[in-house]
């Protein structure tokens, strides 16, 4: 079964672009979180998204906003981005089902460099 | 969710069992105990969770306290490839897709 595929792996923008980042789930899971790491605050939960509905949020500003399709992919959009927008983002997968049994299945992440 | 106290690093010889340790004396009764690690320039990799049994599957066992405030993520035979940072997460979250992630244990398995 194919894993949690992340694009682009790298990106570069601008201060005050806006960027979208793209994930697709494993096959059959309905539930897409996305975080962001950096090396000072480490990995921070964004938000969640199950059946096109946004389910979790965390503490970001709102130019950090996303979205799921009717496919379960997902996109995440970073608006007026500033330079301590640069980190890893990662998006991972599951059931969703609300079962332990659904543990969280991370992609490799895009790596925004904003300069 | 509760907070985690993790050794911020630990070394192993290959071949032989590493057993990371967690303290989570905070723990509540519905909070599960969660272990991921993330490879250098990789996502997390979920490895094993648990309530309040122990837990084994093919990648590690975890050892529960009965009081439930420490746990210890056990791999037998480490590897290598096992050099990577643990996270033992604690969490309510029936879902597990809301974690809190702390610094982890850096973990290097040397030759």
Redesign the interface.
């Known amino acids: 079964k194919a894993g ?1 595929t992340q694009t682009p792996r790298y990106l570069i923008k601008t201060r005050g672009q806006q960027v979208t980042l793209s994930c697709s789930p494993i096959s059959g899971h309905r ?1 897409v ?1 996305w ?1 962001q790491q950096t090396p000072g605050q ?4 964004l938000f ?1 998204y ?1 059946s096109e509905t946004q ?2 949020k ?1 503490n970001f500003p709102g130019r950090f906003s996303g979205r799921q399709f009717s496919n379960s992919r997902s996109e995440m959009n970073v608006s007026t981005l500033e330079l301590g927008d640069s980190a890893l983002y ?1 998006c ?1 997968s ?1 059931s ?5 049994n ?8 895009t790596r925004l460099t904003v300069t | 969710d509760a907070k985690t106290t993790q050794p911020p690093s630990m070394d192993c010889a290959e071949g032989r069992a590493a057993n990371l340790p967690c303290n989570h004396s905070t723990i509540s009764g519905n909070e599960y105990v969660y272990w991921y690690r993330q490879i250098h320039s990789q996502g997390p990799q979920y490895i094993i969770h648990g309530l309040k049994n122990n837990e084994t599957n093919e990648m590690a066992s975890l050892i529960i306290t009965e009081d439930r405030k420490s746990s210890t993520l056990i791999l037998p035979h480490a590897t290598l490839r096992d050099t990577a940072v643990y996270y033992c997460i604690v969490s309510r979250e029936t879902s597990g897709s809301r974690l809190t992630f702390g610094e982890g244990t850096q973990l290097t398995v040397n030759p």
């Not at chain 1, 480490?42 to 939960?45: V, Y």
């Open positions: 949690v539930s979180s975080y480490g990995l921070q939960f969640e199950f389910r979790n965390g990662l991972a599951s969703g089902t609300g079962r332990l659904s543990p969280l299945h991370f992609g490799n992440g």
